[in-house]
């Protein structure tokens, strides 16, 4: 036991390996391999500490986003979701230092930098495509949800949709509405 106690000769400690020191690494709850996450911020816990401040977001004048919605080929009122395209493309716009001015009615693109104006613009083309692509998307699920069996599979597609217990799924409603889809009438079956 004394012999352990003892320093080791010279020529054996430059033979050994080097000491490797520990990382300096702080305690995680996730997979110690991957990098530290950024930690949150604070939330009041009072009325005492001060608010967060809030990120205002940039705003268009109305006559704005009415002629960029007739650029893109949307129709507001008719499509109501699609309004985060025409915010979209307004943003990307100022990101890259273009606004958009109203002439005429018709939309006109500047660049705050040069002063170079033109009349169209690659990043509003690109989101036309995308707008056409949504429209004729949302018109094939139209017709998609006229067919029965698409009808079918989808009521199944959302019943199952996060349940790990198939008594949860099989409820009497989602069985009245599949022999509705299907034109079933219990009463003419003989089960």
Same mark, same amino acid.
């Given at each position: ?12 400690? *430059?033979?050994?390996?080097?000491? &490797? ?6 305690r995680t709850? *996730? ?40 650029? @893109? ?5 008719? +499509? ?9 493309? @307004?943003?990307? &716009? ?17 660049? &705050? ?7 169209d613009h690659?990043?509003? $083309? ?18 998609? +949800? ?16 996060? $349940? ?14 599949i022999m509705?889809? &299907? ?5 003419? $079956?003989?089960?």
């Amino acid at each position: 036991v004394a012999w352990l106690l003892l320093p080791a000769p010279a020529c054996l400690c *430059s033979m050994a390996a080097p000491i &490797l020191k520990p990382p300096n690494m702080q305690r995680t709850y *996730s997979d110690p391999d991957l990098p530290q996450l950024l930690p949150l911020p604070v939330r009041p816990s009072s009325s005492y500490e001060p608010r967060p401040k809030v990120v205002e977001h940039a705003q268009f004048t109305q006559a704005v986003v009415e002629a960029m919605s007739q650029k @893109l080929g949307l129709d507001v009122e008719e +499509h109501p979701d699609f309004r985060w395209v025409i915010r979209d493309c @307004l943003l990307s &716009l100022r990101d890259e230092g273009w606004t958009c001015n109203v002439k005429d009615g018709d939309l006109e693109f500047v660049y &705050l930098e040069k002063d170079k104006r033109r009349p169209d613009h690659p990043i509003v $083309e690109a989101h036309q495509q995308m707008a056409q692509r949504l429209l004729s998307v949302q018109q094939e699920l139209k017709f998609k +949800h006229l067919d029965p069996h698409y009808r079918v599979r989808y009521l199944v597609y959302l019943a199952i949709m996060g $349940e790990t217990d198939i008594r949860r799924v099989a409820t009497p409603k989602l069985i009245e509405d599949i022999m509705a889809d &299907l034109d079933v009438s219990p009463l003419d $079956e003989p089960y």
